[in-house]
């Protein structure tokens, strides 16, 4: 049996997440995680492969309240957007930026990390390479995330990790 804490501490660093606009039901089972892991800002972002707009919001507050129930997490996440994908790069720049791509699938990252950082995810299908240059051209790096192709919620968990317990540079 485990008991709740009247209140939780906030992350340590912010973190930011760019949803890139998979279908409604994926982004609903994306959205636990994120709130879990404490991201702070959800930017919805359309892009080439997008499928589709954000769920509704009704549907949105419930999927938030159940995850912060969960976790016990006092405050919900930002929600900003949608927003183009070069105008969604300009959100959230105190952060360092990645974005998750395919192209580096098995290579090596250097990651050091001195405070929050925000990662762009591409949607089912992932970014074009045109994304891919448009982002490292506003200054976001690529991240690899495994040997294997992740489906979007389990990139966007598993890049968010890797970010959060990136070491601090010595």
Do not use: K
Request: charged letters at 20%; hydrophobic letters at 40%; one cysteine or more.
């Amino acid at each position: 049996m485990y008991s709740r804490r009247s209140s939780c501490p906030r992350p340590r660093a912010s973190s930011c997440s760019y949803s890139a606009s998979p279908e409604p039901s994926a982004v609903l089972e994306i959205l636990p995680g994120l709130i879990e892991i404490g991201v702070t800002t959800i930017v919805w972002t359309r892009c080439a492969r997008s499928q589709s707009p954000p769920p509704g919001q009704a549907r949105l507050d419930r999927v938030v309240r159940a995850a912060q129930r969960q976790c016990g997490r006092p405050n919900a996440p930002h929600f900003v957007g949608p927003h183009e994908l070069e105008t969604a790069a300009s959100v959230r720049t105190d952060l360092a930026g990645f974005f998750a791509w395919e192209q580096r699938r098995g290579l090596a990252d250097s990651l050091a990390l001195t405070g929050g950082a925000r990662l762009l995810v591409g949607p089912e299908g992932g970014l074009t390479p045109a994304e891919a240059e448009l982002l490292a051209a506003t200054g976001l790096q690529p991240l690899g995330l495994g040997p294997y192709t992740l489906r979007t919620g389990t990139a966007a968990l598993v890049g968010l990790a890797r970010l959060m317990f990136a070491p601090s540079p010595r």
